[in-house]
């Protein structure tokens, strides 16, 4: 197999400078904020996902530490993660803030054949990407809590990086975004979070696997969370089928 650009990059990024790349503006206050101006401080959130990232890309072309400040290894553990959902071969997939569609790729590397791919982001300048990378495959410029999609369109649906930041009402905000995930699905949704623990820093958001649990209790019961220390993550997949697969 051909190796991507991002693998044979050597660069590194420390973690205080990735914190600055991400990070151009003060965190929000995270003092809970009145209903009517929710969905506006929402649009901004959005805004701040995507700028940052189109900046970088600008300053290191088409790097692995453009999506992950913390290289290739972590970002293919996460997926790892991810992929521990169920069986995926043959199986349909959607997923959101694909970036340049490394998680396609990376199923590609374990020769994994799965049915239907298409990847959505914010970011136009991303996509150009992925659609040169992946001429075979959809992509497409959309806002899945805005615009949802088809319900139980795909099989999964998988959303990895797409909730580091913070924000005042953020438990809402991941409601509503998985909550939108999770009717396009047909079997079930995994997304990852940054792990609360001592050693992080408050200016991204560390939610605790509890906290997570919490916001999500009104999309599904049928929940499960998978910690990893190692990347200071955890991802959690919610099923349609109340029979849940062993991890």
Known sequence: MVQSSQ?????????????????????HDPTPVVEEA???LFEVLEKE???PFEKR???LGEDVHVEWGDGFRPQ???????????????????DVGCGFADLLDFFKKLGMKIGNYRGLDFSEKMLEVARKRHVEYEFERRNIRLDPM????????FGSGIFFLRHPDWKKYVHDVVESMFKTARIGVAVNFLMNNAENCRDLNYPTPEEV?????????RLD?????????????????ARFPSH
Not at 76 to 94: C, H, N, P, T, V
Not at 150 to 157: G, M, N
Not at 225 to 241: C, G, H
């Open 7 to 27: 693998m044979m990059k050597t660069a590194s990024i420390k973690k205080d400078d990735f914190k600055k790349m991400i990070l151009p503006y003060e965190p």
């Open 38 to 40: 929710v969905e506006t």
């Open 49 to 51: 996902y995507c700028e």
């Open 57 to 59: 890309l600008d300053e």
């Open 76 to 94: 293919q553990r996460r997926f790892m993660y991810l992929a521990k959902i169920g069986d995926l071969e043959g199986k349909s997939i959607l």
């Open 150 to 157: 088809k319900e139980e369109s795909y099989d999964y649906v």
């Open 213 to 221: 649990r919490k916001a999500l209790k009104g999309v599904t019961n």
């Open 225 to 241: 969370i998978l910690e990893d220390r190692s990347t200071d993550d955890f991802t959690v997949y919610l099923f349609k089928d």
